[in-house]
Protein backbone atom coordinates (compact mmCIF):
# COMPACT_ATOMS: atom_id res chain seq x y z
CA UNK A 1 0.00 0.00 0.00
CA UNK A 2 0.87 3.24 -0.86
CA UNK A 3 -0.40 7.01 -1.24
CA UNK A 4 -0.19 8.06 -4.67
CA UNK A 5 -3.48 7.74 -6.79
CA UNK A 6 -4.98 9.71 -9.37
CA UNK A 7 -8.09 12.38 -8.09
CA UNK A 8 -9.52 14.34 -10.68
CA UNK A 9 -7.07 13.30 -13.39
CA UNK A 10 -4.49 14.60 -11.57
CA UNK A 11 -2.04 12.15 -9.68
CA UNK A 12 -1.62 12.67 -5.91
CA UNK A 13 0.08 12.17 -3.25
CA UNK A 14 -1.57 11.61 -0.18
CA UNK A 15 -3.38 15.24 -0.31
CA UNK A 16 -0.69 17.32 -2.64
CA UNK A 17 -1.40 17.12 -6.33
CA UNK A 18 1.92 16.46 -8.20
CA UNK A 19 1.49 19.15 -10.29
CA UNK A 20 1.74 21.85 -8.15
CA UNK A 21 4.74 20.45 -6.41
CA UNK A 22 6.43 20.13 -9.85
CA UNK A 23 6.00 23.43 -10.55
CA UNK A 24 6.70 24.95 -7.56
CA UNK A 25 9.98 22.81 -6.90
CA UNK A 26 10.85 22.39 -11.04
CA UNK A 27 11.91 18.27 -11.89
CA UNK A 28 13.37 16.22 -11.51
CA UNK A 29 12.46 15.46 -7.58
CA UNK A 30 11.74 12.86 -5.58
CA UNK A 31 8.05 13.15 -3.60
CA UNK A 32 7.94 10.63 -0.51
CA UNK A 33 4.87 10.19 1.48
CA UNK A 34 5.47 10.73 5.35
CA UNK A 35 2.59 8.44 5.74
CA UNK A 36 3.39 5.22 3.53
CA UNK A 37 6.90 5.35 5.12
CA UNK A 38 5.48 4.89 8.53
CA UNK A 39 2.34 2.93 7.99
CA UNK A 40 5.61 0.58 6.55
CA UNK A 41 7.50 0.81 9.35
CA UNK A 42 4.47 0.26 11.88
CA UNK A 43 3.59 -2.65 9.87
CA UNK A 44 6.67 -4.19 10.05
CA UNK A 45 6.54 -3.79 13.72
CA UNK A 46 3.05 -4.83 14.17
CA UNK A 47 3.44 -8.33 12.09
CA UNK A 48 6.45 -8.80 13.77
CA UNK A 49 5.17 -8.24 17.67
CA UNK A 50 5.05 -12.01 18.61
CA UNK A 51 8.63 -11.56 18.24
CA UNK A 52 11.43 -9.81 20.45
CA UNK A 53 11.80 -8.10 16.83
CA UNK A 54 13.60 -4.55 16.20
CA UNK A 55 13.40 -2.63 12.94
CA UNK A 56 16.77 -1.52 11.90
CA UNK A 57 16.47 0.16 9.19
CA UNK A 58 19.03 -0.19 5.87
CA UNK A 59 20.07 3.43 5.88
CA UNK A 60 21.29 2.97 2.13
CA UNK A 61 18.03 2.79 0.48
CA UNK A 62 17.67 6.80 1.17
CA UNK A 63 20.07 8.27 3.62
CA UNK A 64 18.49 11.27 3.10
CA UNK A 65 18.47 13.84 6.77
CA UNK A 66 14.68 14.15 7.10
CA UNK A 67 13.71 10.44 5.95
CA UNK A 68 16.10 9.66 9.26
CA UNK A 69 14.82 12.19 11.28
CA UNK A 70 11.76 10.62 10.53
CA UNK A 71 12.87 6.79 11.42
CA UNK A 72 14.91 8.23 14.68
CA UNK A 73 11.45 10.06 15.56
CA UNK A 74 9.27 6.29 15.70
CA UNK A 75 12.64 4.86 17.71
CA UNK A 76 13.45 2.47 14.88
CA UNK A 77 17.11 1.57 14.46
CA UNK A 78 19.62 1.25 11.57
CA UNK A 79 21.63 -1.17 9.70
CA UNK A 80 24.54 1.09 8.53
CA UNK A 81 27.48 0.17 5.88
CA UNK A 82 29.70 2.87 6.66
CA UNK A 83 31.22 5.75 8.68
CA UNK A 84 29.40 8.35 6.82
CA UNK A 85 25.90 6.53 7.19
CA UNK A 86 26.81 6.70 10.87
CA UNK A 87 27.85 10.51 10.93
CA UNK A 88 24.59 10.63 9.07
CA UNK A 89 22.09 9.50 11.86
CA UNK A 90 24.18 11.23 14.75
CA UNK A 91 23.47 14.64 12.49
CA UNK A 92 20.04 13.70 11.78
CA UNK A 93 19.04 13.18 15.65
CA UNK A 94 19.21 9.23 15.64
CA UNK A 95 20.47 6.82 18.06
CA UNK A 96 24.01 5.31 17.38
CA UNK A 97 23.58 2.62 20.00
CA UNK A 98 20.67 1.11 17.91
CA UNK A 99 22.71 0.52 14.69
CA UNK A 100 24.27 -2.45 13.22
CA UNK A 101 26.71 -1.83 11.41
CA UNK A 102 27.21 -4.35 7.70
CA UNK A 103 29.71 -4.17 5.31
CA UNK A 104 32.96 -6.41 4.35
CA UNK A 105 35.46 -3.10 4.42
CA UNK A 106 35.36 -1.55 7.25
CA UNK A 107 38.24 0.86 7.81
CA UNK A 108 40.13 1.20 10.44
CA UNK A 109 39.15 5.05 10.83
CA UNK A 110 35.79 4.02 10.98
CA UNK A 111 36.22 1.02 13.42
CA UNK A 112 37.06 3.89 15.55
CA UNK A 113 35.05 5.81 15.04
CA UNK A 114 32.00 3.57 15.43
CA UNK A 115 33.48 2.13 18.80
CA UNK A 116 33.49 5.66 20.32
CA UNK A 117 29.75 6.03 19.15
CA UNK A 118 28.78 2.67 21.26
CA UNK A 119 26.58 1.07 17.93
CA UNK A 120 24.90 -1.53 19.25
CA UNK A 121 27.02 -4.27 17.05
CA UNK A 122 29.91 -4.98 13.79
CA UNK A 123 28.05 -7.39 11.71
CA UNK A 124 31.44 -8.76 9.99
CA UNK A 125 32.48 -10.26 7.16
CA UNK A 126 35.30 -11.99 7.73
CA UNK A 127 37.96 -13.47 10.19
CA UNK A 128 40.64 -11.21 9.09
CA UNK A 129 37.96 -7.97 9.79
CA UNK A 130 37.29 -9.33 13.39
CA UNK A 131 40.99 -9.77 14.06
CA UNK A 132 41.24 -5.66 12.89
CA UNK A 133 38.08 -5.07 15.11
CA UNK A 134 39.85 -7.01 18.20
CA UNK A 135 42.88 -5.48 18.17
CA UNK A 136 41.82 -1.52 17.52
CA UNK A 137 39.01 -2.61 20.50
CA UNK A 138 41.89 -3.45 22.19
CA UNK A 139 44.12 -0.50 21.56
CA UNK A 140 41.06 2.00 22.73
CA UNK A 141 40.86 -0.24 25.92
CA UNK A 142 37.19 -1.75 24.85
CA UNK A 143 35.35 -4.58 24.13
CA UNK A 144 33.70 -4.61 20.42
CA UNK A 145 30.28 -6.22 20.22
CA UNK A 146 30.73 -8.54 17.14
CA UNK A 147 27.71 -10.95 14.86
CA UNK A 148 29.32 -12.44 11.90
CA UNK A 149 27.30 -12.39 8.75
CA UNK A 150 26.89 -16.39 7.41
CA UNK A 151 26.30 -17.11 4.17
CA UNK A 152 23.69 -19.77 3.88
CA UNK A 153 24.22 -20.35 0.49
CA UNK A 154 20.36 -19.91 -0.27
CA UNK A 155 19.24 -18.60 -3.97
CA UNK A 156 17.26 -15.58 -3.59
CA UNK A 157 15.32 -15.52 -6.40
CA UNK A 158 16.39 -11.98 -7.59
CA UNK A 159 18.33 -10.01 -10.05
CA UNK A 160 21.85 -11.47 -9.73
CA UNK A 161 23.16 -8.19 -8.91
CA UNK A 162 21.54 -8.17 -5.89
CA UNK A 163 21.40 -11.89 -5.00
CA UNK A 164 23.95 -12.18 -1.55
CA UNK A 165 23.55 -15.28 0.04
CA UNK A 166 25.24 -17.70 -2.15
CA UNK A 167 28.98 -19.30 -1.52
CA UNK A 168 29.81 -17.05 -5.24
CA UNK A 169 28.91 -13.62 -3.61
CA UNK A 170 31.13 -11.65 -1.23
CA UNK A 171 29.16 -11.31 1.41
CA UNK A 172 29.96 -13.39 4.34
CA UNK A 173 31.13 -16.43 6.21
CA UNK A 174 30.46 -19.73 4.65
CA UNK A 175 27.69 -22.10 6.58
CA UNK A 176 30.59 -24.69 6.80
CA UNK A 177 33.05 -22.59 8.27
CA UNK A 178 31.03 -20.32 10.56
CA UNK A 179 30.73 -22.77 12.96
CA UNK A 180 34.76 -22.99 13.38
CA UNK A 181 34.99 -19.29 13.41
CA UNK A 182 32.98 -18.58 16.12
CA UNK A 183 35.33 -20.92 18.15
CA UNK A 184 38.36 -18.81 16.79
CA UNK A 185 36.76 -15.87 17.90
CA UNK A 186 35.98 -17.58 21.41
CA UNK A 187 39.60 -18.63 21.85
CA UNK A 188 41.42 -15.79 20.11
CA UNK A 189 39.75 -12.78 20.52
CA UNK A 190 39.80 -11.60 23.64
CA UNK A 191 38.91 -7.50 22.90
CA UNK A 192 34.96 -8.74 20.69
CA UNK A 193 31.95 -9.82 23.02
CA UNK A 194 30.43 -12.10 20.66
CA UNK A 195 26.58 -10.51 20.94
CA UNK A 196 24.60 -12.17 17.81
CA UNK A 197 24.43 -13.33 14.45
CA UNK A 198 23.49 -12.08 10.99
CA UNK A 199 22.24 -13.26 7.55
CA UNK A 200 20.89 -10.90 4.37
CA UNK A 201 20.25 -13.64 1.46
CA UNK A 202 19.36 -10.66 -1.20
CA UNK A 203 17.25 -7.76 -1.87
CA UNK A 204 14.24 -7.79 -4.03
CA UNK A 205 12.32 -10.89 -2.94
CA UNK A 206 8.85 -11.44 -3.91
CA UNK A 207 8.57 -14.84 -2.46
CA UNK A 208 8.45 -15.94 0.97
CA UNK A 209 10.55 -19.61 0.56
CA UNK A 210 14.34 -18.83 0.87
CA UNK A 211 13.55 -16.37 3.61
CA UNK A 212 12.54 -19.65 4.90
CA UNK A 213 14.68 -21.94 3.52
CA UNK A 214 17.68 -19.53 4.76
CA UNK A 215 16.07 -19.12 8.26
CA UNK A 216 15.40 -23.21 8.55
CA UNK A 217 19.10 -23.31 7.49
CA UNK A 218 20.40 -21.42 9.93
CA UNK A 219 18.47 -21.65 13.42
CA UNK A 220 20.04 -24.37 14.26
CA UNK A 221 23.55 -22.70 14.48
CA UNK A 222 22.11 -19.28 16.27
CA UNK A 223 20.71 -21.93 19.10
CA UNK A 224 23.77 -23.51 19.08
CA UNK A 225 25.73 -20.29 19.75
CA UNK A 226 22.76 -18.94 21.95
CA UNK A 227 24.17 -21.94 24.44
CA UNK A 228 27.96 -21.94 23.73
CA UNK A 229 28.56 -18.03 23.85
CA UNK A 230 25.58 -16.41 25.02
CA UNK A 231 24.62 -14.45 22.24
CA UNK A 232 21.71 -12.02 22.55
CA UNK A 233 20.42 -11.51 18.87
CA UNK A 234 19.70 -12.85 15.72
CA UNK A 235 19.89 -10.75 12.45
CA UNK A 236 17.98 -11.94 9.50
CA UNK A 237 18.66 -9.45 7.55
CA UNK A 238 16.58 -7.45 4.50
CA UNK A 239 15.21 -8.13 1.25
CA UNK A 240 11.73 -7.95 1.33
CA UNK A 241 10.35 -6.92 -1.97
CA UNK A 242 8.10 -4.11 -2.94
CA UNK A 243 5.94 -3.91 -6.47
CA UNK A 244 7.43 -2.17 -9.08
CA UNK A 245 5.05 -3.59 -12.11
CA UNK A 246 1.67 -2.42 -10.98
CA UNK A 247 2.51 -0.59 -8.81
CA UNK A 248 0.21 2.93 -8.91
CA UNK A 249 -2.81 0.17 -8.88
CA UNK A 250 -0.67 -1.17 -5.62
CA UNK A 251 -1.84 1.63 -3.63
CA UNK A 252 -5.53 0.15 -3.47
CA UNK A 253 -6.73 -2.94 -0.55
CA UNK A 254 -8.84 -4.12 -3.66
CA UNK A 255 -5.19 -4.99 -5.69
CA UNK A 256 -3.75 -6.74 -2.82
CA UNK A 257 -6.81 -8.69 -2.37
CA UNK A 258 -7.17 -9.84 -6.24
CA UNK A 259 -3.34 -10.88 -5.86
CA UNK A 260 -3.10 -12.56 -2.74
CA UNK A 261 -0.16 -14.35 -3.99
CA UNK A 262 1.82 -11.07 -3.40
CA UNK A 263 4.23 -11.84 -0.37
CA UNK A 264 3.18 -8.87 2.06
CA UNK A 265 4.53 -7.89 5.42
CA UNK A 266 2.12 -10.34 7.25
CA UNK A 267 2.73 -13.09 5.06
CA UNK A 268 6.85 -12.66 5.44
CA UNK A 269 5.72 -12.91 8.76
CA UNK A 270 3.45 -15.63 9.51
CA UNK A 271 5.79 -17.83 7.51
CA UNK A 272 8.81 -16.95 9.67
CA UNK A 273 7.17 -16.67 13.16
CA UNK A 274 7.15 -20.24 14.02
CA UNK A 275 10.93 -20.85 13.10
CA UNK A 276 11.93 -17.84 15.41
CA UNK A 277 10.00 -17.84 18.02
CA UNK A 278 11.12 -21.44 19.79
CA UNK A 279 14.83 -19.78 19.93
CA UNK A 280 14.61 -17.29 22.64
CA UNK A 281 16.54 -14.43 20.33
CA UNK A 282 16.22 -11.10 20.13
CA UNK A 283 15.11 -10.53 15.86
CA UNK A 284 16.35 -7.88 14.14
CA UNK A 285 15.11 -7.26 9.90
CA UNK A 286 16.81 -4.69 8.61
CA UNK A 287 14.53 -3.49 5.40
CA UNK A 288 15.50 -0.87 3.51
CA UNK A 289 13.65 -0.79 -0.34
CA UNK A 290 9.66 -1.99 1.63
CA UNK A 291 10.00 0.95 4.16
CA UNK A 292 10.97 3.45 1.28
CA UNK A 293 10.56 2.38 -2.19
CA UNK A 294 7.05 2.59 -2.86
CA UNK A 295 6.87 5.46 -0.86
CA UNK A 296 8.00 7.73 -3.57
CA UNK A 297 8.06 9.04 -6.96
CA UNK A 298 10.56 11.22 -9.32
CA UNK A 299 9.00 13.57 -11.18
CA UNK A 300 10.32 14.63 -14.26
CA UNK A 301 9.32 16.79 -17.28
CA UNK A 302 8.89 15.23 -20.95
CA UNK A 303 11.49 17.43 -23.02
CA UNK A 304 11.44 16.13 -26.68
CA UNK A 305 9.62 13.81 -28.71
CA UNK A 306 12.23 11.73 -31.19
CA UNK A 307 10.38 9.38 -33.88
CA UNK A 308 13.69 7.18 -35.69
CA UNK A 309 12.38 3.96 -37.94
CA UNK A 310 12.81 1.38 -35.25
CA UNK A 311 11.22 3.56 -32.20
CA UNK A 312 10.24 6.17 -30.77
CA UNK A 313 11.93 8.09 -28.02
CA UNK A 314 10.50 10.13 -25.22
CA UNK A 315 13.23 12.23 -23.91
CA UNK A 316 13.11 13.37 -20.39
CA UNK A 317 14.74 15.35 -18.21
CA UNK A 318 15.59 13.00 -15.41
CA UNK A 319 18.99 10.47 -16.40
CA UNK A 320 20.67 7.76 -15.36
CA UNK A 321 22.41 9.66 -13.07
CA UNK A 322 18.86 10.34 -11.20
CA UNK A 323 18.11 6.67 -11.07
CA UNK A 324 20.50 4.09 -12.30
CA UNK A 325 18.01 1.01 -11.60
CA UNK A 326 17.00 0.17 -14.93
CA UNK A 327 20.57 0.54 -16.52
CA UNK A 328 22.28 -1.11 -13.67
CA UNK A 329 19.75 -4.08 -12.62
CA UNK A 330 17.29 -3.83 -15.72
CA UNK A 331 15.24 -2.65 -13.18
CA UNK A 332 11.36 -1.85 -13.69
CA UNK A 333 9.73 1.26 -12.72
CA UNK A 334 6.11 2.40 -13.83
CA UNK A 335 6.21 5.90 -15.12
CA UNK A 336 2.80 7.52 -15.57
CA UNK A 337 1.80 11.30 -16.26
CA UNK A 338 0.47 13.36 -13.70
CA UNK A 339 -2.33 14.78 -15.97
CA UNK A 340 -3.74 11.92 -16.45
CA UNK A 341 -4.46 10.39 -20.03
CA UNK A 342 -7.57 8.68 -21.05
CA UNK A 343 -6.27 5.76 -24.30
CA UNK A 344 -3.82 7.18 -25.96
CA UNK A 345 -0.85 5.37 -25.40
CA UNK A 346 2.31 5.04 -27.78
CA UNK A 347 5.09 2.08 -27.13
CA UNK A 348 8.44 4.18 -26.46
CA UNK A 349 11.91 4.05 -25.03
CA UNK A 350 11.69 6.49 -22.24
CA UNK A 351 15.20 7.90 -22.01
CA UNK A 352 17.28 10.46 -20.36
CA UNK A 353 19.84 13.41 -21.54
CA UNK A 354 22.49 11.37 -20.25
CA UNK A 355 25.38 10.98 -23.14
CA UNK A 356 25.41 6.97 -22.23
CA UNK A 357 22.83 4.76 -24.67
CA UNK A 358 22.19 2.83 -21.43
CA UNK A 359 20.66 6.23 -20.18
CA UNK A 360 16.89 5.02 -20.27
CA UNK A 361 13.96 4.61 -17.61
CA UNK A 362 11.78 2.48 -19.82
CA UNK A 363 12.56 0.56 -22.89
CA UNK A 364 9.76 -0.54 -25.59
CA UNK A 365 7.38 0.30 -23.11
CA UNK A 366 3.64 1.18 -23.92
CA UNK A 367 3.08 4.29 -22.03
CA UNK A 368 0.49 7.60 -22.46
CA UNK A 369 1.38 9.31 -25.41
CA UNK A 370 2.99 12.62 -23.67
CA UNK A 371 4.05 15.81 -24.99
CA UNK A 372 6.47 17.79 -24.67
CA UNK A 373 6.58 20.32 -21.23
CA UNK A 374 4.11 17.58 -19.57
CA UNK A 375 5.09 16.29 -15.96
CA UNK A 376 5.59 12.41 -15.45
CA UNK A 377 5.87 10.26 -12.48
CA UNK A 378 8.24 7.46 -12.02
CA UNK A 379 7.19 5.32 -9.56
CA UNK A 380 8.85 3.06 -6.87
CA UNK A 381 11.80 5.32 -6.32
CA UNK A 382 12.30 5.63 -2.67
CA UNK A 383 14.24 3.00 -2.70
CA UNK A 384 18.44 3.14 -4.35
CA UNK A 385 16.97 6.45 -6.34
CA UNK A 386 17.85 9.16 -4.67
CA UNK A 387 20.82 7.47 -2.91
CA UNK A 388 22.58 5.78 -5.61
CA UNK A 389 22.36 9.47 -7.69
CA UNK A 390 24.95 10.89 -9.05
CA UNK A 391 26.06 14.40 -10.36
CA UNK A 392 27.69 12.49 -13.89
CA UNK A 393 27.87 14.64 -16.93
CA UNK A 394 27.61 17.30 -14.05
CA UNK A 395 24.08 17.07 -13.74
CA UNK A 396 22.61 18.94 -10.23
CA UNK A 397 21.50 16.26 -7.49
CA UNK A 398 17.38 16.45 -7.70
CA UNK A 399 15.18 18.22 -5.00
CA UNK A 400 13.36 15.97 -2.62
CA UNK A 401 10.22 16.73 -0.92
CA UNK A 402 8.12 15.22 1.54
CA UNK A 403 4.31 15.26 1.70
CA UNK A 404 2.65 15.11 5.01
CA UNK A 405 -1.39 15.19 4.57
CA UNK A 406 -1.97 18.52 3.00
CA UNK A 407 1.37 20.07 3.66
CA UNK A 408 4.73 19.62 1.58
CA UNK A 409 7.72 20.62 2.60
CA UNK A 410 11.13 20.71 0.22
CA UNK A 411 13.68 18.31 2.15
CA UNK A 412 16.59 18.85 -0.12
CA UNK A 413 16.74 21.99 -2.34
CA UNK A 414 17.92 21.38 -6.06
CA UNK A 415 21.74 21.06 -5.61
CA UNK A 416 23.63 24.21 -7.26
CA UNK A 417 26.52 24.03 -10.26
CA UNK A 418 28.78 25.61 -7.75
CA UNK A 419 27.86 22.95 -5.14
CA UNK A 420 28.97 20.47 -7.89
CA UNK A 421 32.13 21.60 -7.68
CA UNK A 422 32.69 22.34 -3.96
CA UNK A 423 35.72 20.76 -3.08
CA UNK A 424 37.57 21.21 -6.11
CA UNK A 425 40.71 23.01 -6.59
CA UNK A 426 42.30 24.76 -9.91
CA UNK A 427 45.46 24.45 -11.17
CA UNK A 428 48.44 25.90 -9.38
N1 LIG B 1 20.88 -5.74 5.11
C1 LIG B 1 21.99 -5.93 4.37
C2 LIG B 1 23.15 -6.57 4.97
C3 LIG B 1 22.01 -5.53 3.03
O1 LIG B 1 23.09 -5.74 2.29
C4 LIG B 1 20.88 -4.90 2.45
C5 LIG B 1 20.88 -4.45 1.06
C6 LIG B 1 19.76 -4.70 3.27
C7 LIG B 1 19.79 -5.13 4.58
C8 LIG B 1 18.52 -4.02 2.79
O2 LIG B 1 17.91 -4.76 1.77
P1 LIG B 1 16.43 -4.36 1.28
O3 LIG B 1 15.48 -4.60 2.41
O4 LIG B 1 16.46 -2.93 0.88
O5 LIG B 1 16.20 -5.25 0.12
N2 LIG B 1 20.73 -1.11 -5.08
C9 LIG B 1 20.00 -2.34 -5.25
C10 LIG B 1 19.77 -3.03 -3.93
C11 LIG B 1 21.04 -3.29 -3.17
C12 LIG B 1 20.80 -3.92 -1.83
C13 LIG B 1 22.03 -3.99 -1.04
N3 LIG B 1 21.87 -4.53 0.27
C14 LIG B 1 18.70 -2.05 -5.98
O6 LIG B 1 18.44 -0.90 -6.31
O7 LIG B 1 17.92 -2.96 -6.26
Known amino acids: MHSFAYRNESLHCENVNLADIARAVGTPTFVYSKKTITDNLAAFRKALAPLDAHVAYAVKACSSKAILQLMAQQGAGFDIVSGGELWRIINAGGDPTLCTYAGVGKTEAEIRYALEKGIYCFNCESEEELRAIDRIAGSMGMKAPVAVRVNPNVDAHTHKYITTG ?97 MTIESYAAAIIPLLQPLGLRILVEPGRRIVGNAAAMLTTCLY ?6 KCFKIIDAGM ?9 EGYHEIWPVQQHHGDTITADVVGPVCESGDFQAQNREIADVKPGEVLAEMSAGAYGFSMSSTYNSRPLAAEVLVDGDKWQVIRRRQTLEEIICGEEGLD
Request: proline share 5%; hydrophobic share 40%; aromatic share 10%.
Open 321 to 329: NDIIRPALY
Open 166 to 262: TNENKFGVDITRIEQLYATMAAEMPNLHIKGLQMHIGSQLTEVQPFVMAIEKVAPIAKKFKELYGIEFWSIGGGVGIIYDGCLASGSPEWWQQHPEQ
Open 305 to 310: EKKGEA
